[in-house]
């Protein structure tokens, strides 16, 4: 651990919260003379404090032991590019724009990765009025189902959570372009494009 890089990085994050050294130590029961000397680089914190001082700094531990944090590029943009993420241990389902971490269940989720659907895997999809009406041969038994399926467009994107046992049909607004994705809990991410011919 860099004491110079991490006494930094907590007198950045606890500038940006708003608080005083005094404030920050007497949260943490520790001198505000120990604050500042992590802030200077001459010393670093007690190991017993890392968790309850990323906590108060709203940092994850691992970037404070680091010293720095990640500095994300573009706002997330296009929702068609968006990452998926599904909690191994309790199927809890996320969804982010941008590069970041994201655990669960005291896991580290990693984003899902799609796969083209072909043959058998493709969703069927008839428009009827002004949406899609979307079903699946896919089993919907306990432990292989379909677990969501999504919509995306440029701007937008419309996730429909399933369950076991449950006849899998969507009815989706009907537009341009998109691209349709669902997560079978077997078999991963897939994706298929959605539109006219199609």
């Known amino acids: 651990m860099d004491c110079g890089k991490v006494g930094a990085l907590i007198g950045r994050l606890r500038r940006e919260r708003g608080l005083t050294q005094r404030e920050l130590a007497g949260r943490l029961l520790v001198s505000d003379k120990a604050v ?3 802030e200077r680089g001459t010393g670093c914190p007690d ?3 890392l968790a ?3 906590e108060e700094l709203g940092v994850d531990l691992a970037a404070l032991l680091s010293g720095e944090l990640s ?3 573009e706002p997330g943009g296009n929702m068609k ?3 998926y993420f599904v909690c191994p241990a309790c199927g809890g389902i996320a969804l982010a724009t941008g590069d970041m971490d994201l655990s669960c269940c005291g896991r580290r989720l990693t984003p899902l990765t799609p796969q083209r659907a072909e043959g058998e895997d493709r969703l069927q999809v008839r428009q009827v009025d002004d949406e899609w009406f ?3 041969g896919h089993p919907m038994e306990k432990g292989h189902y379909i677990a969501f399926a999504a919509l995306a467009t440029g701007d ?3 996730l429909i959570r399933q369950y076991p046992e449950w006849d899998f049909q969507l009815r989706l607004p009907a537009v341009a372009r998109g691209t349709l994705l669902w997560y079978c809990t077997r078999h991963g991410l897939f994706s298929q494009p959605l539109g006219p011919s199609r």
Request: glycine share 4%; hydrophobic share 50%; no cysteine.
């Open 52 to 54: 309850p001082l990323a």
């Open 81 to 83: 590019r968006a990452r």
């Open 36 to 38: 500042s000397k992590w």
């Open 134 to 136: 979307v079903t699946a």
């Open 47 to 49: 190991v017993s404090l």
């Open 156 to 158: 937008r994107v419309q």
């Open 71 to 73: 500095t994300a590029g």
